[in-house]
């Protein structure tokens, strides 16, 4: 093996292979998110009982994944009369059917992590396709460091897989363009895995099956005589009749083909999900929710036509009742009610490291002006564009995992300044990536909570942002190790925002809300999502008391 090829392959495995470390230590040490156990326990529901009955929200694909590390967990049964709720179905299965939660929630999170690796591998595959080894490994640092990334890539979530399932049919139908007949469909299959994962990527299915019609159209083009499976070989020889044919019978020939792929690659995505609904539940039990309101107009109108099944239409209806509910937001320390326009650009200013913004922009501009790469801007730009812009609208203001794939298709499209013929660009570019990588390795294992060093680094991101972008309840067992360590003894208060069960942790403490507040003494431990909509009754007990320690960066530890 060349020595170039080897210090290559050297740098793919360091990068990925801290990536791993990162994950993994921090899946081990965090107790579970909010929307963890739900997920959790509905994917035991799936392979337990086969039914769609809990968080119909979310189409299954997700969740599936989750459930192939269940399986080797020795997860106890469920119990299919369980009355509650998904939330209290979560804690049932967590605290309360004699699981280990530690071991349980590492089984699920394990294949996400694994998932989150290989598509670092997509990243470094198709920057390389673009700009070569040079820019491989600038998309992939940039990818293996980014800490969003690492933080939702180490749960059992749905964010980084959609995103990494959307990337990849991007990928799968630029290389459609060389040869058609392997990859678009496969780009068929990679999009319909990412909507049966999340319905927000719903949104770049139009983009996605035109590209693929674009990317059939340029293989036609490049080999006009080629028909049938002949176009999937790249050593096709040319037909000297059909070349001569005249140009009107050729260009209808490419739209055809070029209809065909569109068509065939939506109708591959759509069969994906049905498969995806028919593993979980072969018969689709499925009764729709009473009182699920149905939106009037083009809204109501889409939902009505998605050919999916009705549990993946209903879930639609779902969230949009939720985007009709008012939330409470909290961005650079203001708490507000409602939503901004503006709070996710906002918030990725914050929580991207300072290098890795820089390259965003550069590459982005380079794919524009660069003839190399112009083509494949179509591919990237678009589509993250289009992603931001619907996520901006969106009625919940929780994080920057609502734009995880920026992070995907933006460190793709940084590669392209390794293009740049100008002898200080690929140092200057090094140097960014390599920022990334010391911003990334100073928060471990904070990841979650990670804010860039021009807003305080990870220590203040609580002073500008709150919920999943620094305390999503995912620290009960640092601090009980704290309260053990350093206040052994003392009387314990806690105000919590999370999905874990404080008492499983060793975590004796009482509610102050349920005494006079003057009653109240001693440690008092808020988590910092409460501190930033401190409401009326937490704030004049917070005003009387003295900030001492803090837990994991996302929760504060008060002397009163």
């Given at each position: 093996?060349?020595?170039?090829?080897?210090?290559?392959?050297?740098?793919?495995?360091?990068?990925?292979g801290?990536?791993?470390?990162?994950?993994?230590?921090?899946?081990?040490?965090?107790?579970p998110t909010?929307?963890?156990?739900?997920?959790?326990?509905?994917a035991?529901?799936?392979?337990?009982?086969?039914?769609?009955?809990?968080?119909?929200?979310?189409?299954?694909?997700?969740?599936?994944?989750?459930?192939?590390?269940?399986?080797?967990?020795?997860?106890?049964?469920l119990?299919?009369?369980?009355?509650g709720?998904?939330?209290?179905?979560?804690r049932?299965l967590?605290?309360?059917?004699?699981?280990?939660?530690?071991?349980?929630l590492?089984a699920a999170?394990?294949?996400?992590?694994?998932?989150t690796?290989?598509?670092g591998?997509?990243?470094l595959?198709?920057?390389?396709?673009?700009?070569?080894?040079a820019?491989?490994?600038?998309?992939?640092?940039?990818?293996?460091?980014s800490?969003?990334?690492i933080?939702?890539g180490s749960?059992?979530?749905?964010?980084?897989?959609?995103?990494?399932?959307?990337?990849?049919?991007?990928?799968?139908?630029?290389?459609?363009?060389e040869?058609?007949w392997?990859?678009?469909?496969?780009?068929?299959?990679?999009?319909?895995?990412?909507?049966?994962?999340?319905?927000?990527?719903?949104?770049?299915?139009?983009?996605?099956?035109?590209?693929a019609?674009?990317?059939?159209?340029?293989?036609?083009?490049?080999?006009?005589?080629?028909?049938?499976?002949?176009?999937?070989?790249a050593?096709?020889?040319?037909?000297p009749?059909?070349?001569?044919?005249?140009?009107?019978?050729?260009?209808?020939?490419?739209?055809?083909?070029s209809?065909?792929?569109?068509?065939?690659t939506?109708?591959?995505?759509?069969?994906?999900?049905?498969?995806?609904?028919?593993?979980?539940?072969?018969?689709?039990?499925?009764?729709?929710?009473?009182?699920?309101?149905?939106?009037?107009?083009?809204?109501?109108?889409?939902?009505?036509?998605?050919?999916?099944?009705?549990?993946?239409?209903?879930?639609?209806?779902i969230?949009?009742?939720?985007?009709?509910?008012?939330?409470?937001?909290?961005?650079?320390?203001?708490?507000?009610r409602g939503?901004l326009?503006?709070?996710?650009?906002?918030?990725?200013?914050?929580k991207?490291?300072?290098g890795m913004?820089?390259?965003?922009?550069?590459?982005a501009?380079?794919?524009?002006?660069?003839?190399?790469?112009?083509?494949a801007?179509?591919?990237?730009?678009p589509?993250?564009?289009?992603l931001?812009?619907?996520?901006?609208?969106g009625s919940?203001?929780?994080?920057?995992?609502?734009?995880i794939?920026?992070?995907?298709?933006?460190?793709?499209?940084?590669?392209s300044?390794?293009?740049?013929?100008?002898?200080?660009?690929?140092?200057v570019a090094?140097?960014?990536?390599?920022?990334?990588?010391?911003?990334?390795?100073r928060?471990?294992?904070?990841?979650?909570?990670?804010?860039?060093e021009?807003?305080?680094g990870?220590a203040?991101?609580?002073?500008?942002?709150?919920?999943?972008?620094?305390?999503?309840?995912?620290?009960?067992?640092?601090?009980?190790?704290?309260?053990?360590?350093?206040y052994?003894?003392?009387?314990?208060?806690?105000?919590?925002?999370?999905?874990?069960?404080?008492?499983y942790?060793?975590?004796?403490?009482?509610?102050?809300?349920?005494?006079?507040?003057?009653?109240?003494?001693?440690i008092?431990?808020?988590?910092?999502?409460?501190?930033?909509?401190a409401?009326?009754?937490l704030?004049?007990?917070?005003?009387s008391?003295?900030?001492?320690?803090?837990?994991?960066?996302?929760?504060?530890?008060?002397?009163?």
């Open positions: 093996m060349p020595r170039r090829r080897l210090f290559y392959l050297l740098a793919v495995f360091a990068m990925l801290q990536m791993a470390f990162a994950m993994v230590t921090t899946a081990r040490q965090q107790t909010i929307d963890e156990p739900v997920y959790v326990a509905t035991a529901v799936y392979t337990q009982q086969h039914s769609l009955r809990y968080n119909p929200e979310h189409p299954p694909l997700g969740k599936l994944i989750m459930a192939t590390g269940l399986l080797f967990s020795g997860t106890n049964e119990d299919p009369a369980y009355p709720s998904q939330s209290a179905l979560g049932h967590l605290y309360e059917s004699g699981n280990n939660p530690f071991r349980l590492f999170r394990l294949p996400i992590i694994l998932l690796l290989l598509f591998l997509v990243v595959v198709f920057a390389r396709d673009l700009t070569g080894p820019g491989g490994l600038v998309a992939l640092a940039l990818y293996a460091f800490p969003d990334v933080a939702h749960l059992a979530t749905l964010d980084v897989p959609a995103a990494g399932m959307l990337l990849t049919a991007f990928w799968l139908a630029w290389r459609g363009r040869r058609p392997r990859y678009l469909p496969l780009a068929g299959v990679a999009l319909g895995a990412a909507l049966a994962t999340r319905a927000n990527t719903l949104v770049a299915v139009p983009l996605l099956v035109l590209v019609a674009w990317s059939m159209w340029h293989a036609q083009r490049a080999q006009p005589a080629a028909t049938g499976l002949e176009a999937a070989d050593e096709a020889a040319p037909d009749e059909a070349a001569a044919a005249p140009p009107a019978k050729t260009v209808t020939r490419r739209l055809l083909f209809a065909g792929a569109l068509i065939g939506g109708l591959i995505a759509v069969a994906v999900v049905w498969v995806v609904y028919l593993v979980v539940d072969p018969h689709l039990r499925w009764t729709t929710p009473p009182r699920l309101p149905h939106p009037d107009g083009l809204k109501g109108l889409a939902v009505d036509w998605l050919p999916f099944p009705q549990a993946y239409r209903d879930g639609m209806l969230q949009f009742k939720f985007e009709r509910q008012t939330f409470n937001g909290f961005l650079l320390g203001e708490a507000y939503n326009w503006y709070y996710l650009p906002v918030a990725l200013l914050i991207t490291p300072l913004l820089v390259l965003w922009a550069a590459g501009v380079t794919m524009l002006f660069v003839p190399r790469v112009r083509a801007a179509v591919y990237l730009l589509v993250s564009a289009l931001l812009l619907v996520a901006m609208t919940r203001d929780y994080g920057t995992r609502y734009a794939f920026l992070p995907l298709f933006l460190s793709v499209a940084a590669a300044v390794t293009l740049i013929r100008i002898r200080w660009v690929l140092p090094a140097v960014l990536a390599l920022t990334v990588a010391v911003s990334s390795l928060t471990f294992p904070y990841y979650l909570p990670y804010s860039n021009a807003f305080g990870t203040n991101t609580h002073l500008n942002l709150h919920d999943s972008n620094v305390d999503w309840g995912q620290d009960l067992a640092r601090l009980s190790q704290k309260l053990k360590t350093d052994a003894g003392e009387k314990i208060w806690l105000i919590y925002k999370g999905s874990g069960v404080p008492a942790y060793g975590i004796n403490a009482a509610n102050p809300y349920a005494v006079p507040f003057e009653q109240v003494h001693g008092l431990v808020v988590s910092d999502s409460r501190v930033a909509l409401s009326p009754r704030k004049p007990l917070l005003d008391s003295t900030p001492i320690d803090q837990v994991g960066y996302s929760m504060t530890i008060y002397r009163r």
